[in-house]
């Protein structure tokens, strides 16, 4: 059997080259920023997840609850056409 680890480089090449891209449909962080009409509604999140985006609204001059509906918003729009 052969080592995989005999040569790290061409291993990690091969795993490289065999890779497959998948395309990433969501929004930078900048991106996600506008206004629409919104509903109240109470929802736990992971503090690890809020905090990447109360940084990134903090950076980007914006407020985190909108940049988090928009990802939620998109999410939905890229996914409704499977319903």
Known sequence: MKNIYSDPEKSVKEALDSAVLIEDFLPSPSELVRKTTKEKITISIDSDCVNFFKAAAKKNH???????NEVLSQYARHYAITL
């Open 62 to 68: 914006t407020k985190y609850q909108t940049m988090m």
